[in-house]
């Protein structure tokens, strides 16, 4: 079966060093898969090559099949790539249904025409996207004034509204208390398993990669060292030894990449 993304080969350099070094990989339909590795290994560079942020120097991006290496970033948002942010992108001052709805707008490119307010169009329909996120009674607030998680699954139905095929999610609990982290991981594995959605995302705490990923993937100085479900990156000495010799300044969280704490279960998360 054709697989939602189809990455192969990718490169970029920047000046004389490689950033991302002959990475390959795909991600099917209802598939989570994450993407880890130290500060540096060259993911948020994956990921700007696959939205079209950067073009590549090398390599192609597939969608359905369909090559996309080189767009830009607009066009391939159209096609249905999502992507979420480290830091949350929504208009403080309007309310949580008027982000979603303005979002629909965009996504339908009605032009939202003076004197037409926001809440009339697509009502119903952000409704049904704030219940999908469990945030039914928050539509009428400010978007400004929520509590942080609520704030990230605003963010994730605003991504929903784009009808996404492939979502990116860059960090996606990023700041969140250890106990909301795996309620949001776990509401977008539903969500997207639901809506067959493909997920490649980006995370520093290893039990939500480990709870939440079916496949985990690790780039190590720009090429992938790894790439398996849970127990086998787990079990991969390789992955154990660029997670431990990389703990010091720069690099991440000792705290985090402590593999063998990791419930096998992954129960944690
Ligand atoms: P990660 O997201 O895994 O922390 P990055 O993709 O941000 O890693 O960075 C990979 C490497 O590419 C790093 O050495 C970084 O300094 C370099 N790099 C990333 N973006 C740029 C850029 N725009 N210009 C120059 N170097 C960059
Ligand atoms: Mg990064």
Redesign the pocket.
């Known amino acids: 079966m054709t697989p939602v993304l189809d990455a192969a080969g990718l490169r970029?350099s920047?000046?004389g060093?490689t950033?991302?070094d002959d990475v390959s990989f795909r991600v099917g339909a209802g598939e989570i898969r994450a993407l880890i590795?130290?500060?540096?290994?060259?993911?948020?560079?994956?990921?700007?090559l696959l939205n079209g942020q950067?073009r590549p120097d090398g390599g192609s991006v597939r969608l359905h099949g369909r090559d996309i290496t080189g767009l830009p970033p607009w066009r391939i948002a159209r096609l249905g790539v999502g992507r979420t942010f480290q830091i949350t992108a929504t208009f403080a001052s309007m309310t949580v249904r008027e982000n979603v709805q303005t979002a629909l707008l965009s996504h339908r490119r009605r032009i939202w025409r003076c004197g037409r307010p926001a809440r009339s169009l697509f009502r119903a329909e952000a409704d049904g996207l704030l219940r999908q996120v469990h945030l039914p009674d928050q539509a009428d607030r400010a978007a400004g004034v929520l509590a942080y998680g609520d704030l990230k699954r605003l963010e994730l139905a605003i991504a929903l509204a784009g009808q996404p095929v492939l979502l990116l999610m860059d960090e996606p609990t990023a700041g969140m208390a250890p106990a909301e982290r795996g309620a949001l991981m776990r509401l977008v594995r539903a969500l997207t398993r639901q809506q067959a959605i493909a997920v490649l995302f980006?995370e520093h705490d290893m039990d939500v990669v480990f709870g939440t990923a079916d496949r985990i993937m690790v780039?190590d100085h720009?090429r992938l060292i790894a790439d398996g479900d849970p127990a086998a990156v787990r079990a991969n000495p390789r992955v154990r030894a660029v997670y431990l010799g990389s703990v010091g300044p720069g690099s991440i969280d000792p705290g985090s990449i402590d593999l063998g704490s990791i419930d096998p279960g992954g129960t944690a998360c």
């Not at 590795?37 to 700007?48: D, I, L, M, Q, V």
Request: hydrophobic letters at 30%; aromatic letters at 10%.
């Open positions: 970029k920047f000046g060093q950033a991302v590795g130290p500060n540096g290994a060259g993911k948020s560079t994956c990921f700007n950067l980006t780039l720009g």
